[in-house]
């Protein structure tokens, strides 16, 4: 795959995650912090298991651990990494995430699969949160049993309508395997670009299609954030890589919030 708008532009640059998870814990108070999310191709779940331990005691008790199959292949050719095919990634994803809720949640855990094996194994210190809540990400049908079965929360990119089909159909597969579908929390974010200009807003539309976005002003995403919420949304995620930087970020980020907060 050459490099591009699906995969992320080769110059793009990208601090690692877990070191800025682990720095922002001990520089903040008060923000909940989380991966979106952390490939399971990339490290093993014991690691990511005493990981995410760590900076739980760090951040006194604000991590969300968040997991996903893995997907950019450009990323994984470039580093030499197996990405496997979709069916051995969703396997690998079950048994990754079968393991972190056993090293963070019981005090030994044993587990032999077609990817891992672990004996007598332990994560200690346990996080401070009972239990450390975790968040996969995904959207095929596979991946809604997975999620019906092992996660706290769960999050897709999705306009409403696309949010609504996938949240019912999670709903239906924890009814198959009797979990209450409310015990699941749901997060979903779109692409955003604040503009007045109707032009522009078509214009970035198409650009970034088919990826949900969205383009307008305040007033107009308070609207869809009231359309997320009337589908089942908990919590939209705010990326914030089209808002401008410095100043002009915060800016555009408090215009939001303030237009969200003026319709409750």
């Not at 990208?14 to 520089?27: N, Q």
């Not at 995410?52 to 651990?65: C, E, F, K």
């Not at 609504?164 to 979903?188: A, K, M, W, Y």
Request: with cysteine.
């Amino acid at each position: 795959m050459a490099d591009g708008a699906e995969f992320g532009e080769a110059t793009d640059p990208r601090l690692e995650c877990t070191s800025v998870l682990a720095s922002m814990a001990a520089a903040t108070s008060s923000l909940r912090l989380a991966p979106l999310v952390l490939s399971a191709t990339f490290r093993h779940p014991a690691v990511v298991a005493n990981w995410a331990a760590t900076v739980d005691h760090i951040s006194n008790g604000r991590l969300t651990l968040g997991v996903g199959a893995g997907w950019q292949q450009n990323e994984h050719e470039q580093y030499g990494i197996v990405l496997g095919e979709r069916k051995d990634r969703l396997q690998r994803l079950a048994e990754y995430v079968e393991i972190v809720r056993s090293l963070t949640r019981e005090p030994i855990t044993n587990f032999s699969g077609d990817f891992f094996t672990l004996r007598d194994a332990w994560c200690e210190p346990s996080p401070l949160q009972d239990p450390l809540p975790i968040l996969i990400g995904g959207k095929g049908d596979r991946m809604m049993s997975l999620v019906a079965r092992w996660a706290d929360q769960w999050n897709m990119w999705a306009m409403p309508d696309v949010f609504f089909e996938r949240s019912s159909f999670l709903n239906q597969r924890c009814e198959v395997i009797g979990r209450d579908p409310s015990q699941i929390h749901r997060s979903t974010q779109a692409l955003v670009l604040l503009t007045n200009d109707v032009a522009a807003a078509d214009s970035f539309r198409k650009a970034m299609s088919p990826r949900p976005t969205f383009a307008g002003t305040a007033a107009q995403f308070a609207e869809l954030v009231n359309e997320w919420k009337n589908v089942g949304v908990d919590e939209v995620i705010v990326p914030d890589w089209y808002l401008g930087t410095g100043q002009k970020r915060k800016d555009a980020m408090d215009e939001l919030f303030g237009a969200v907060a003026s319709m409750k």
